[in-house]
């Protein structure tokens, strides 16, 4: 019986509270088959829950609860989220498996983040020393987003990119260190294709192979 309250309260809890991330889940995931599927079975919107409790108790000073009950997050989520970081609304977490949000790091609404995103430090300065994240953002798997840098509203940051410095608002990034391969001031289309994302380095790289077999065909046309 005790369960069956717990879980009833749980659910309350979800549907008042944490209305607009479990909006944002069952719109931007094809997955999502129905409300309760995302309250009882999605990590990240439990991680984003266990968040918001541990940043409350954060900003009343209570020591050591607060990281102790983010270290439990992690263990039963998979995601680590300092309890300092701020959060705004419509959070969507996808998968949730290796994501990292540090302490001083702040994430405008309605931004994504899929599995294996860090917004972390570059060194052990004190202040403000993670990214803010603008609205609108959508973060791919892997990406790596670190030191006291913004990423402006509506941007794309492709999977597996390395960000070190700012990010201007409307752009698509993408590569190690991330390069902006678009940016048009129109609000980037959040279908969360990785897929069609141009990256600049493997452009690069095409240019450099077709240089050189041009350079090839030149040198065989001398030697004849």
Sequence with gaps: MAILWAMAGFVVLVAVFFSEEVRSARERDPAAKGYWQVVFLYPGLHAIVMHRINHFLW????PLLPRALSQLARFLTGVEIHPGATIG??????????????????IGDNVTLFQGVTLGGTGKGA??????????????AGAKVLGNISVGDSSYIGANAVILRDVPANATVVGVPGHVTKQDGKKIDLTLDHIHVSDPV???????????KTLEE???????
Excluded: A, C, W, Y
């Excluded at 609304?89 to 702040?106: A, C, K, P």
């Excluded at 493997?202 to 077709?210: E, T, V, Y």
């Design 59 to 62: 900003k009343l000073k209570i």
């Design 127 to 140: 202040g403000k020393r993670h990214p803010t994240i603008g609205n609108n953002v959508v973060i791919g």
């Design 202 to 212: 493997m452009q690069h790289m095409k240019d450099l192979i077709r240089r050189v």
């Design 89 to 106: 609304r419509g959070l969507f977490i996808d998968h949730g498996m290796g994501v990292v949000v540090g302490e001083t790091s702040v």
């Design 218 to 224: 030149k040198l065989e046309k001398s030697k004849e």
